[in-house]
């Protein structure tokens, strides 16, 4: 089965950007497509040029960047894309692109963010400046397993009813966004509660409880562990940093 990057992976990368883009201005924007899993937004070269980087965030497996115009961008990684920044190019003209480098980014501090995606399952979207929660690849996502809102009581009102297995609900990014394969099955043998088991009976008929309470705490010690180490190590996964 192959592993797609998960949301300590994907907040890898958010840092790499975040250190490298904010506060800098997008002089010039390639695309080599038409687009990627989706065709690319009108325009969407015109909409980026001249706009500076206010921030770089993330929404479960998608990274939001924060543009200081009427637009911000959306970018989901797919299944192996990944952006490399150089230095000292200076221009676009001056790079030579590899054959799966799909959009070119030129800084106005003369680096370039380069976005490479050989399966082309990642998206890269524009959408109305702080209205992610509207846009229809986010709207329907569950709660960040990382926040402090996101609970033993929260996790039992949405097992409550399920008969799928607990390790299926931990996939659901309706159920907990981000955890993926390879955490659910080890935060899942931390809280030794077997992945098989009913959803249902994690948290019995009293909701929370003791196994749904220590199984959200080993999904997010599991989820801090591999950020701090900088995501797992996928075959096809690259940082910012490659």
Known sequence: MKLLPELPEV??????????MVGQRISKVLLRRDGLRFPFPENMEERMVGAEVGAVERRAK??????NTEDDWLVHL??????????????????????HDHVLVEFENG????????????VMDLFPAGREDEHR????????PLSDSWDARVLAKSLSRRKTAIKVALLDQKVVVGVGNIYASEALFRARISPLVESAKIVGKSGKNMRSTLLV????????EAIAA?????KDFKSVDG
């Open 217 to 224: 705490s080993e999904i997010k010690k599991v989820l801090r």
């Open 230 to 234: 900088g995501g797992s190590t996928l």
């Open 137 to 144: 690849l986010i709207t329907h996502l569950g709660p960040e």
């Open 11 to 20: 907040e890898t990368v958010r840092s790499g950007l975040e250190a490298q």
């Open 111 to 122: 680096f370039i963010a380069v976005y490479n995606d050989a399966r082309r399952f990642g």
């Open 62 to 67: 998608y990274l939001i960047i924060r543009l």
């Open 78 to 99: 797919g299944m192996s894309g990944y952006f490399s920044l150089i230095n000292g190019k200076g221009s676009i003209a001056n790079y030579e692109p590899l054959k």
